[in-house]
């Protein structure tokens, strides 16, 4: 190993932007798996993580430097999706990450969310480098598997070579009225102030290799101190779920320290702080999705940073973008609990009060576009929020059903909100349950359950 090897964590890669401009694929096509095709439409609706070790990084970029020194144990990806309904999804993962791809789809340019992504990392002074991806849609594309991308760009006739410098520019200048300067990696003489743009293809490859190498060397180089391993834990939530033959389990993100089978943890919960053990720590294989179901890996001890399924007793209470903490010998369990417990502070701001109507209190339950009917977001009105403190009764109202789905869910159509809203609040949440339970995350199913109890 080369110096330095043992004291860097692998750094932590986001990758963002609009719907549909690549971003799982890209991640499929560097894994060779099929993420993107078992989505319900298409639509990435979870946070993922994928560990990639740096052997097989150095590998795939060796054609475009052999003699690259990597001194990073690996590079962990976290997916995330770029529906407009999963902002907090994308807040959540933006600040996990140390660096982050910006995924621009060269046919479109900049969308909604290029800029909504753009401005969470600048929020944050998170590194970013923008995969300017499709280059195999410009008219007459010669594909050239995996190749650098100065390679595959020298081997494209002149009309597409004109087709990409145009588009390019065309970015590249929508990004200037957002304020950021951004050039070519390969032509960018000042990488501290211009952003950096790779070229990429999801479908045939062309630039992968590139970003790879820019994004551990740019780690590397810029990022010596938030990557040094640390032994303090570090470590959140992504998503609560039952896991076939293991019960509800965690996915976590371990940013720092190194969790150990048998670990005494802390996680905060609509109960209060709950103190459990872990019992077992599972990763999917390196190159696999944590968020696809498939065979895991058991581990007694894992170091950050990685992607974590764990298995434990009361795992259903922990909540989504909250905190993890290990009881060492020498802490104090109060104490833990307590900060453990501060973490609800940022579960209840993330409840939005901008709910519509101020007449009467409702809480919006808004319904994603997929037909899977997942909860995409839960919104209060200020009423709602000072009925429920005071035990009263609030309206729940669905929204986004279409007059198919709501056959379906309620036995008939609705000729307007106001009719499927009295009708709702007329049933039990139970029913709605029955509905939804599959799909509703665990931190949603917290805030509908603490509804329960008003009706
Ligand atoms: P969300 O997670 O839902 O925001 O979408 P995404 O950004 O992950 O995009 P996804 O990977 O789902 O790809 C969307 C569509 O674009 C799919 O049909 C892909 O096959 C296609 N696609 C993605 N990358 C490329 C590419 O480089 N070239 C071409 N031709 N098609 C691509
Ligand atoms: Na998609
Ligand atoms: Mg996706």
Redesign the pocket.
């Given at each position: 190993p080369h110096k330095g090897e043992e004291t860097l964590r692998s750094p932590i890669c986001c990758v963002m932007?609009?719907?549909?401009?690549?971003?799982?694929?890209?991640l499929?096509y560097i894994r060779g798996t099929h993420v993107?095709e078992g989505?319900a439409r298409?639509?990435?609706q979870q946070i993922g993580a994928t560990f990639f070790p740096v052997e097989n990084i150095r590998d795939r970029t060796k054609e475009l430097k052999a003699d690259a020194r990597l001194n990073v144990p690996g590079l962990l990806v976290i997916?995330?999706?770029?529906?407009e309904s999963f902002t907090n999804l994308r807040s959540h993962g933006s600040g996990l990450c140390d660096i982050a791809v910006l995924?621009v789809n060269i046919m479109h340019g900049l969308e909604p969310q290029t800029i909504e992504s753009l401005n969470l990392l600048r929020k944050r002074n998170t590194e970013f480098i923008v995969a300017l991806?499709?280059?195999?849609?410009l008219y007459g594309w010669k594909t050239q598997p995996n190749a650098p991308i100065r390679k595959a760009l020298k081997q494209q006739s002149k009309d597409v070579q004109n087709e990409f410098d145009r588009r390019l520019i065309e970015v590249i200048t929508q990004l200037k009225e957002q304020g950021l300067n951004t050039e070519l990696y390969y032509k960018n003489k000042d990488m501290g102030e211009t952003f950096n743009i790779v070229p990429?293809?999801?479908?045939s490859g062309e630039g992968i290799p590139d970003l790879l190498l820019l994004l551990i060397q740019w780690s590397q180089k810029t990022m010596v101190e938030k990557l040094t391993f640390r032994n303090v834990v570090q470590c959140t939530v992504l998503e609560v779920k039952v896991t076939k033959g293991h019960g509800t389990t965690i996915d976590v993100v371990l940013v720092n320290g190194v969790l150990h089978e048998g670990d005494q943890i802390v996680f905060c919960s609509l109960q209060g702080p709950i103190v459990t053990t872990i019992r077992a720590l599972l990763t999917p294989h390196p190159m696999q999705e944590l968020r696809v179901k498939g065979t895991y890996l058991h581990h007694k001890a894992i170091k950050a940073a990685q992607g974590i399924k764990i298995t434990g007793q009361g795992l259903e209470h922990a909540i989504a973008g909250t905190s993890l903490y290990v009881v060492r010998r020498d802490d104090d369990l109060e104490e833990v609990k307590e900060s453990a417990m501060q973490d609800m502070k940022s579960v209840t701001s993330r409840i939005d009060r901008s709910g519509e109507g101020v007449g009467t209190p409702v809480c919006v339950l808004q319904k994603d576009f997929t037909d899977i009917g997942r909860i995409a977001s839960i919104r209060f009105n200020e009423k709602a929020v000072d009925h429920a403190k005071k035990g009263q009764k609030v309206t729940i109202k669905i929204v986004g059903t279409n007059p198919e789905e709501q056959q379906k869910m309620h036995g008939r159509h609705f000729d307007n909100d106001d009719q499927l809203v009295s009708h709702i609040t007329r049933r039990s949440i139970d029913v709605l349950k029955a509905y939804y339970r599959d799909d509703l995350s665990m931190e949603d199913w917290k805030l509908v359950l603490k509804l329960k109890t008003l009706f």
């Open positions: 932007g609009h719907v549909d401009t690549g971003k799982t694929k890209l499929d993107q989505e298409g639509i990435t997916d995330t999706p770029g529906h995924v991806n499709k280059i195999d849609r990429t293809s999801a479908i």
